[in-house]
């Protein structure tokens, strides 16, 4: 466990921050890996039908992992406040309440499959792939909802290096078995789904166990189970929020998914490829958006309002270095990079993913600030401001769709993303300009202070 309350904010972000980048870092890559994979063993046409339904999963995976992150704010200011059951109570309650939520996400999603692939236009050609890739995903969902909530779970008090080493084994597995699958056992994009489900529910019930056997407050008993009816409300205020704003996010992108699934297999596996690299060019805004969400619940538990100003530019300034670089790599070696991701040497597919990844890239400190600041008002308690946010976007990406892609083709999707990531900012930018001005008095309660050391192994 890790108190985020005391020392310098910069350094103990970092020391927070860095294992949770390397996990995304072997999570995307076992995600590239994949897409290789397919991409040079199934060919092309296999890689678009896995490109074109993967929107779907990850609008379903991307609501549990808020629902569960949200959870996991309860829990960090239990602990920040240094309030041991508190701390039990919300973590029991997140896993049970997770628990049901996916097995309820997962009827609707497998019972209405073909609705789904229907509304995304996935062409003819490629609904038998996308169809054995996408059921097998979701029928996982569960099993990646337990690692999201245990890796939360650690998070919130500050381990972030178990769920690392946790990640690192899962996406070397997924490696071995998409290869196993894929390449020997013929099994076709089914087989790189199945290896992903086994890897990730290798990584959950592993996580769980070191939960449990590691930390003396994780071993619940049945009685922790029985929430009650005001702690059910407050995990799902908490934990709806977060999920609500990121579930907004993928709805607006399947619109999106929607309409580039009529422009041709060349344009499906450019986006696709497009997006994976993204993911990677874009993940320390998602690690330090993580990062403060803890920082902020742990200091607001604590009572140290004062370091959340530190903290938060602390991240502002790593974030946009980040960027800086980023666009200089995308306009440097992103044709090489497409290459690398699907192995493909197509023309068309490496020039529309290349300017893709050019214009997004020259917008990445305002996608930074959106994914930083969102996080720190909901670790500070506001659960409004991020979700109108994200209504915003879904607003805009549905707009775009219907109105701008029919005129610009591909180039309305590439603009869509810079143009709602201006939007969005807006009513962030405002609220936490309002924050910045109140005068934090910085006291430290020392009961606090003893109430977290208590919890310490």
Known sequence: MKDLTKGNPAKIMLTFAVPVALGNVFQLFYSLADTRIVGSILGEGALAAVGATTSISTLFI???????????????????????????????????????????????????????????NVPQELLSDAKAYIRIILLGMVMTMLYNACANILRSVGDTAAPLMFLMGSSLLNIFLAILFVYHFKMGVGGAAIATVISQSAAALLCLFYMVKRYPVFRFRLGDFKITLSEARELYASGL???????????????????????????????????????????????MGVTM????????????????????????????????????????????????????????????????????????????????????????????????????????????AMFLAPVLNYMGIIVAEPIVWI???????????????????????????????????
């Not at 309440?97 to 509304?119: E, Q």
């Not at 309409?259 to 993204?278: C, E, L, P, S, W």
């Not at 400190?365 to 600041?373: D, G, T």
């Not at 309002?434 to 430290?444: L, R, V």
Request: one cysteine or more; proline letters at 2%; charged letters at 15%.
């Open 62 to 120: 991307g609501f549990l992992s808020g629902l569960t992150g949200g959870f996991a704010l309860l829990t960090a200011k239990s602990f920040g406040a240094g309030e041991k059951e508190g701390v039990r109570r919300y973590s029991a309650g997140g896993l049970l309440l997770g628990t049901l939520t996916s097995l309820f996400l997962t009827l609707i999603c497998v019972g209405g499959l073909n609705i789904f692939l229907k509304l995304l």
């Open 241 to 287: 929020s977060m999920a609500l704003m990121m579930s907004l996010v993928f709805f607006g992108t399947l619109s999106l998914q929607r309409v580039i699934n009529t422009f041709g297999m060349d344009i499906i596996v450019a986006h696709t490829a497009a997006r994976k690299i993204t993911e990677f060019f874009m993940l320390p805004f998602s690690v």
């Open 293 to 400: 969400a803890t920082f902020c619940g742990q200091n607001m538990g604590a009572g140290r309002t004062d370091r959340i100003r530190l903290g938060l530019k602390t991240a502002l300034t790593l974030t946009f270095i980040w960027s800086g670089g980023m666009v200089l790599l995308s306009y440097l070696a992103a044709p090489h990079l497409i290459n690398m991701v699907t192995g493909t040497y197509n023309k068309e597919v490496l020039k529309t993913a290349s300017l893709y990844l050019r214009i997004n890239s020259l917008f990445y400190m305002v996608a930074a600030s959106i994914s930083i600041f969102r996080n720190t008002l909901q670790g500070t308690g506001d659960h409004k401001t991020p979700v109108v946010s994200s209504f915003i976007e879904l607003v805009g990406k549905v707009a775009i």
């Open 423 to 457: 939007l969005m900012v807006i009513p962030l930018a405002a609220k936490i300009r309002k924050i910045g001005k109140e005068n934090y008095d910085g006291k430290q309660t020392r009961a606090c202070d003893l109430g977290r050391d208590a919890l310490l192994p």
